[in-house]
């Protein structure tokens, strides 16, 4: 599923699960949100605000009021440097103490905020959008990692920098909503639309480094042991979000290394291997966290 900035109850890949995942009903909905937000330090961001992007996609006026408390928590949770903390350690793959902050969910909070400016008919959250952006924006935020192709966006700020594929893809959206936000042109919005296309030439320069034997993907470039190959679920993700991007950013390059990973999905081989590696990969570096929801 694609979509632009203006309209607000689109997105560029489906969420609606993630408002679904109690039931269809709004009130279990209304129950799954307190849930997801009434402990402060085990409050998940991304899947806070991937509930609210997924509940605007579903596109049911009776259910802004969910969108209106997710933007409520933000303003509430953001911090004076336009940070949004995770307050508990990471539960897995990396080490990282709280708080610690991540720019898959500065990026999606950025793309709730400047939908949510439309469709709660509060143009003042675009403010807001801009400054959770702000993280991206500077070259020196430990989100943004310098290589020589150009910045890499880190779902986690780890050293070295991990370059999670599907986490810094999605950030980059962020940046392209609050530039394209309807009737703005501000020294951020163009600050937003610079880093967007400078995100984009990057991850065409180097998707080269994400590709494995038998065409399939890695989820990150850390330097683990055994490298970290993408699940299947990771795999098909890294597909959509290659073409999205090339829809946005249209490069070769991008298509070329979707359409192959695409075709590896459909043969056998790739696919059992794909996951006898990434069993492997588990045994080395297992999940250590215990008692936190967490999935991005």
Same mark, same amino acid.
């Given at each position: 599923?694609?979509? @632009?900035?203006?309209? !607000?109850?689109?997105?560029?890949? &489906? ?18 949100? @307190? ?11 991304? /899947? *806070? ?10 596109? @049911? ?13 933000? #303003?509430?949770?953001?911090? /004076?440097?336009?940070? *949004? ?7 897995? $793959? ?25 469709? %709660?008919? /509060? ?10 952006? @702000? ?11 310098? $290589?020589? #192709?150009?910045?890499?966006?880190? #779902?986690?700020?780890? #050293? ?28 951020? $919005? ?16 180097? *998707? ?22 993408? /699940? !299947? ?14 829809? %946005? ?6 298509? &070329? ?18 996951? $006898? ?20």
């Amino acid at each position: 599923m694609s979509g @632009q900035a203006g309209d !607000p109850f689109e997105y560029h890949f &489906d969420l609606r699960d993630k408002a679904l995942a109690a039931g269809p009903r709004p009130e279990a909905a209304r129950a799954h949100l @307190q849930r997801l937000t009434s402990d402060a330090v085990r409050a998940n961001p991304v /899947s *806070i605000v991937q509930f609210a992007l997924g509940t605007l996609q579903l596109g @049911q006026p009776e259910r802004l009021p969910l969108v209106a408390e997710v933007v409520a928590w933000i #303003e509430r949770t953001v911090d /004076s440097e336009g940070r *949004i903390p995770y307050r508990f350690a990471m539960p897995h $793959t990396f080490r990282l103490e709280p708080p610690w902050y991540s720019a898959l969910a500065q990026g999606e909070a950025t793309s709730l905020l400047v939908r949510a400016a439309v469709a %709660l008919d /509060s143009p003042g959250l675009l403010e807001l959008a801009a400054r959770v952006a @702000q993280p991206l924006l500077d070259l020196a935020s430990p989100l943004v990692a310098a $290589t020589a #192709e150009g910045p890499v966006l880190q #779902e986690y700020p780890t #050293e070295p920098p991990a370059h999670v594929l599907n986490g810094w893809i999605t950030a980059l959206w962020g940046l392209h909503d609050l530039a394209r936000a309807a009737g703005q042109s501000t020294a951020v $919005t163009r600050a937003a639309a610079d880093a967007f296309a400078a995100g984009a030439r990057t991850v065409a320069a180097r *998707i080269e480094r994400y590709r494995l034997p038998l065409a399939w993907s890695r989820y990150d470039l850390y330097p683990h042991r055994l490298p970290n190959v993408a /699940s !299947p679920f990771y795999h098909r993700l890294h597909v959509g979000h290659l073409r999205r991007l090339d829809e %946005l950013a249209p490069d070769r390059r991008l298509s &070329d290394v979707a359409d192959e990973w695409e075709r590896a999905l459909r043969r056998p081989l790739p696919y059992a291997v794909a996951l $006898t590696r990434k069993a492997a990969f588990r045994m080395l570096v297992p999940r250590h966290g215990r008692g936190v929801a967490f999935k991005i």
